[in-house]
Antibody, heavy 123, light 110 residues
Framework: QITLKESGPTLVKPTQTLTLTCNFSGFSLSTSGVGVGWIRQPPGKALEWLAL???????RYSPSLKTRLTITKDTSKNLVVLTMTNADPADTATYYC???????????????WGRGTLVTVSS | QSVLTQPPSVSAAPGQKVTISCSGS????????VAWYQQLPGTAPKLLIY???KRPSGIPDRFSGSKSGTSATLGITGLQTGDEADYYC???????????FGGGTKLTVL
């Protein structure tokens, strides 16, 4: 059974760096064809994809946020970390991590999601 | 503004059928597989359809997906009040080199 759980600060001040962790179980990020992605959703708004990391350490980022994001994985600890620099109130959102099933790189879909963690950016 | 265009809302009566459209371009829907996600109020999104028209295990056959050209459609038959949710389409955009989602469609079962 695959599960994912996001964790991180609930409140971040503007200009600070936001660090989110996705702890997962039921799969290995060293297995070919597997990835983990981050998606966020501002209150009352649509889903927005942020970043992806694959089993082979291939990394993809949202073009609009690329300069602020870094995604890494620790295969031995079954976790993926997303860091976002220079936080802004517009980054207030629920952040989800999700298991990526790969069709043909980089195409795929998010077949299992964590429950999400709400992050508020405010002074 | 989302790369993929969905109607903001749709509605239908219990037992009826509804379709939700998702319009894109040749760089996304036109040349890549489409997925659909259901987000019930206050919960995380859930995969409903993948590879345009395949259902994950446990998803009832009341839900169906199709694709034609640069548009995709989610169909739901035998509507139930429990189907009230936001629905999102998603796919890879080869030009942007990014995963893109639609703006979401709120389904109301009257």
């Amino acid at each position: 059974q695959i599960t994912l759980k996001e964790s991180g600060p609930t409140l971040v001040k503007p200009t600070q760096t936001l660090t989110l962790t996705c702890n997962f179980s039921g799969f290995s990020l060293s297995t070919s064809g597997v990835g983990v992605g981050w998606i966020r959703q501002p209150p009352g708004k649509a889903l927005e994809w942020l970043a992806l990391i694959y089993w082979n350490d291939d990394k993809r980022y949202s073009p609009s946020l690329k300069t602020r994001l870094t995604i890494t994985k620790d295969t031995s600890k079954n976790l993926v970390v997303l860091t976002m620099t220079n936080a802004d109130p517009a980054d207030t959102a629920t952040y989800y991590c999700a298991h990526r099933a790969v069709v043909i790189m980089p195409h795929g879909y998010f077949d299992l999601w964590g429950r999400g963690t709400l992050v508020t950016v405010s002074s | 503004q989302s790369v993929l265009t969905q109607p903001p809302s749709v509605s239908a009566a219990p037992g009826q059928k509804v379709t939700i459209s998702c319009s894109g371009s040749s760089s996304n829907i036109g040349n890549n597989y489409v997925a659909w996600y259901q987000q019930l109020p206050g919960t995380a999104p859930k995969l409903l359809i993948y590879d345009n028209n395949k259902r994950p295990s446990g998803i009832p056959d009341r839900f169906s997906g199709s694709k034609s050209g640069t548009s995709a459609t989610l169909g739901i038959t035998g509507l139930q009040t429990g189907d009230e949710a936001d629905y999102y389409c998603g796919t890879w955009d080869s030009s942007l080199s990014a995963e893109v989602f639609g703006g979401g469609t709120k389904l109301t079962v009257l």
